[in-house]
């Protein structure tokens, strides 16, 4: 693909801003998570591990790739071109898989609620994180280093770098419903019991389940006990209070919905142009033009790069986080001499 001198200067700077703005969010998502200890729940560890991701892919792939795109030659050689192939596509699933597996831990802490809360662990939560790498591994890990030898050919020319499955149908498909039309099913899935399950509760069906459960407990004493008004006055105390908790727990699983949908549409808008683009292409290479699939690409990419964003425009804790960290490097920087011992004398 050739450009044009200032085509180059504009794909430069926009590249760079874009490996830039990846690399600083998603390492304050990460900083927040170590320093601010209110955000290490467990729920939170899927997002840390999506961070990780990320930052894989602006710290690693990005920066490799910028130079090839550029010139149009690759100039790294076979092992590079393998380890950077092999680092792209198992970082972008595990990033798919991760916010697969935050979307689902969403569900179930709005759907079971505290039940699912009690029962979940760190544990439990490094494994689901590692069961995330290791699937995302198994998808393309062999199929990139080892298609060669299996396929007794070599389609990619030395100053080339690119998967020697691109043409191959039956794999792209299978590889396009693991890492996106599977999770878009599911994410569909969780948004909509997410909603339905709100709704149900704002119309007060919890509360009518609680109200039965206050009346076995309260209200059948104050109906036997003639004149009882201190057990009035505690059913009603009792009643307010389980009120005011549903009101609290509804407001803040709207905000969770809120969150997942967002998650999920970006998510939507940025890998569905390239899952059909490569489709396309494995049937037809000559189908696609070569400047739109290049755009579908760099849409995986910026993926990477507006998750931390909406993790700092939903949720409140990343913001007070995110604002400490800036600040306190802000103050070190102009105020070097606050953190340094007094040499002046």
Request: proline share 3%; charged share 15%.
């Amino acid at each position: 693909m050739a450009f044009s001198m200032l085509e180059m200067v504009v794909l430069g700077i926009f590249m760079s801003i874009m490996l830039l703005v990846t690399v600083i969010g998603n390492l304050l998502v990460i900083l927040a998570f170590v320093t601010d200890e209110p955000l290490r729940t467990v729920s939170n560890y899927y997002l840390l591990n999506l961070a990780i991701a990320d930052l894989l892919i602006g710290c690693f792939c990005i920066p490799v790739y910028i130079p090839y795109i550029l010139t149009g030659e690759w100039t790294g050689g076979r092992p590079l071109c393998l380890i950077w192939l092999t680092v792209d596509y198992v970082v972008c699933t595990a990033s798919t898989l991760n916010i697969m597996l935050i979307s689902w831990d969403r569900y179930m802490l709005v759907t079971r609620g505290l039940s699912y809360h009690a029962s979940q662990t760190t544990k439990k939560a490094i494994i689901h994180m590692a069961v995330v790498w290791v699937l995302a591994t198994l998808l393309y890990g062999p199929a990139i280093l080892f298609w060669e030898r299996l396929a007794g050919r070599r389609l990619v020319l030395d100053n080339e770098c690119f998967v020697e499955f691109y043409d191959n149908f039956p794999f792209k498909l299978t590889a396009a419903m693991v890492e996106f039309v599977t999770p878009l099913v599911s994410l569909s899935y969780f948004n909509v019991s997410i909603y339905l399950n709100i709704r149900w509760r704002s119309r007060g069906g919890f509360l009518t389940s609680e109200r039965q459960k206050t009346c076995f407990g309260i209200c059948g004493t104050s109906k036997t006990t003639t004149g009882s008004g201190s057990n009035e006055i505690t059913a009603n105390s009792s009643q307010n209070q389980r009120n005011t908790t549903h009101q609290s727990s509804l407001k803040r699983d709207k905000k969770t919905a809120k969150s997942l949908a967002i998650l999920v549409g970006v998510f939507s808008l940025c890998w569905s142009p390239y899952t059909l683009l490569t489709l396309v292409l494995s049937l037809c290479p000559n189908c696609v033009n070569s400047h739109l699939y290049e755009l579908a690409f760099w849409l995986l990419w910026l993926n990477s790069t507006v998750n931390p964003f909406i993790y700092q425009w939903c949720h409140k804790r990343f913001q007070y986080a995110f604002h400490k960290i800036l600040c306190s490097w802000r103050k070190n920087r102009i105020h070097p001499s606050s953190t340094s011992p007094d040499n002046s004398n």
